[in-house]
């Protein structure tokens, strides 16, 4: 990954916007720019887009929406704010909170009446940090039929995607850092090359990227990678070439609850209505209500790097909501105990500490790691229990943009035209593992995607671009 002089470079082709990667991002934005009347062009690496975005559970949170009005939820983009600040321990950026919590909202009813994505609000258990039900998901609540409405709304709109196309190098103005082109290349080798007039890159961040962790984000070394293998950091690494502004690269989504070995997301909802997290030994080890990102780190502390997720018959109906937990189920990572005696030899738990931490629940008082279960059921048989490890899911760092999402300079000046959105540019978790609010990650994908397309278009629109159409070989999607 790098970055070529333009100097003395002609492109065969030449478009007004290049997008690169087709995740929740690049389509959002490919979408938006279509709509402000601009051509564009989405370049993926794999044969066909899914990105993490379709491995994730497709939860976008955004307040004050008609969807949370129509069950009578209340809510409002300070709120929302106010609950990402919490989280970030104000560390996150002001100005990019405050952008995404306003656009989110028109975000989500933009794709819906103009793209005709439909969104539920899934309002039966809030997520930790959240104080409003918030949650939007289209009808099937999985990230794999997010990007596939994604996709059919792209085609409809007559959004090119080029395909098996890796985005290796950037063609840039040596003392500008304009972005002129770039050059892509295909699974058998062969290089070509693309001019554009603006670039956003989508390519999500570094998770993919081991050494990048290792340096980053090394307390998740040790992780397993649970996001998309394509994610390897591009954005970051072209930033620092062209010296654009980097923050908050420590920060990340991890998960404290992937069953293992299965690798399947067991649904945080457990945790949050009643049920709790023991390791080998038996004992509760934290307060399972702080966040289910910090909890990764908690739990590859543990011995052995797992713990078992304890819960009961009650939750485990609620769990069967989710797709995911039906794969845990029908793959036999959930197993069933109809006493403590039994829950002991299914998980060969000790039986006295077990039954200590079970007793936990029905304690109506702050308990030592700061969880009351005051609000909650406590557990009782027949019970259900995972075994789970902790996983890294994305980066949450990333390039430093404007509210027009922007790529900045150190000193905090635009480049001249390049945008970045998503998991490539920084998020608003501030620096710490702990300051991931659920829905961090497709919130910023799916708002700065927009907000990418649009301010790319205007700015694409004052030049009489002539496009120039070469010998580039070009696949396209549909
Ligand atoms: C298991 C899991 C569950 C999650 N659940 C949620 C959730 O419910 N809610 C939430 O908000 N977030 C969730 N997330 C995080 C969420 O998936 C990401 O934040 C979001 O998908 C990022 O979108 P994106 O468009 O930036 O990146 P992606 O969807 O990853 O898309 C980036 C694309 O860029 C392509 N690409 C990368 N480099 C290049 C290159 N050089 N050339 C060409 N193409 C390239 C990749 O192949 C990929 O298709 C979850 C993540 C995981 C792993």
């Known amino acids: 990954m790098t970055i070529l002089a333009s100097e003395g470079v002609s492109f065969p082709i030449t478009l007004p916007i290049v997008i690169i990667g087709s995740g929740a991002c690049g389509l959002t934005a490919a979408l938006a720019a279509k709509d402000a009347g601009a051509e564009v062009l989405v370049l993926e690496r794999d044969p066909v887009p899914s990105g993490s975005t379709a491995l ?41 909170v405050d952008c995404v919590t306003e656009n989110a909202g028109p975000c989500l009813e933009w794709l819906a009446d103009r793209h005709d994505l439909e969104w539920v ?51 840039a103005e040596s003392n500008t850092a304009r972005i002129c082109g770039l050059q892509i290349t295909r ?19 570094y998770g993919g990227n081991a050494e990048m962790i290792r340096k980053y984000i090394p307390e998740m070394a040790g992780a397993d990678y649970f996001g998309h293998a394509g994610n390897q950091g591009d954005a970051v690494i072209w930033g620092h070439e062209l010296s654009a502004a980097t923050h908050h690269l420590s920060a990340c989504q991890g998960h404290g609850s992937v069953a ?18 023991v390791n080998l030994a038996g004992e509760r080890f934290s307060n399972e209500h702080q966040g289910y990102s910090e909890q990764a ?46 829950l002991a030899a299914v998980t060969g738990l000790p039986l006295d500490a077990l039954g200590k931490s079970i007793a936990e629940t029905a304690g109506g008082s702050t308990d030592r ?40 300079n150190e000193d905090a000046s635009p480049l001249p035209n390049l945008f970045a959105g998503g998991g490539a540019a920084c998020g608003v978790s501030g620096p710490r593992i702990n300051g991931y609010l659920s829905g961090n990650g497709l919130l910023t994908a799916v708002t700065l995607g927009r907000i990418a ?12 671009l002539k496009l120039v159409m070469g010998g580039g070989r070009r696949s396209t999607l549909g």
């Open 297 to 342: 780190v908690d739990v590859l502390k543990q011995p052995e790097g797992v713990a078992w997720n304890i819960f009961d018959e009650r939750l485990h109906y609620l769990g069967m909501a989710f797709e995911d937990y039906q794969n845990a189920v029908l793959q036999d990572a959930v197993r069933k105990a109809d006493s403590l005696e039994d």
């Open 121 to 171: 609000v899934l309002d039966d258990f809030l997520y930790p940090g959240h104080s409003r039900y918030r949650m939007h998901a289209v009808p099937e609540k999985t990230g794999s039929a997010l990007i596939g409405r994604l996709i059919t709304a792209a085609q409809t709109a007559g959004v090119d995607i080029m395909t098996d196309a890796l985005v290796t190098a950037l063609y």
């Open 187 to 205: 699974p058998d080798g062969t290089k070509e090359d693309i001019g554009c007039e603006a670039l956003i890159l989508a390519c999500n961040g």
């Open 260 to 277: 293992t070995p299965h690798g399947i997301l067991i649904t945080w909802a457990l945790m949050m209505e009643g049920g709790i997290q």
């Open 56 to 96: 994730s559970s497709g939860l976008i949170p955004a307040a004050g929406t008609r969807f949370q009005t129509s069950v009578k939820v209340e809510d409002t983009p300070a709120i929302f704010a106010e609950d990402i600040q919490a989280k970030a321990g104000g560390d996150a950026e002001q100005a990019i």
């Open 369 to 408: 790691f700061g969880r009351n279960f005051a609000a909650t059921k406590p557990l009782e048989p027949p019970y259900r229990a995972v075994k789970v490890t902790g996983t890294l899911f994305h980066t949450q760092g990333g390039l430093r943009i404007n509210d027009d999402a922007r790529v900045l």
């Open 453 to 464: 397309g649009q301010r790319a278009a205007e700015l694409v629109a004052g030049h009489s």
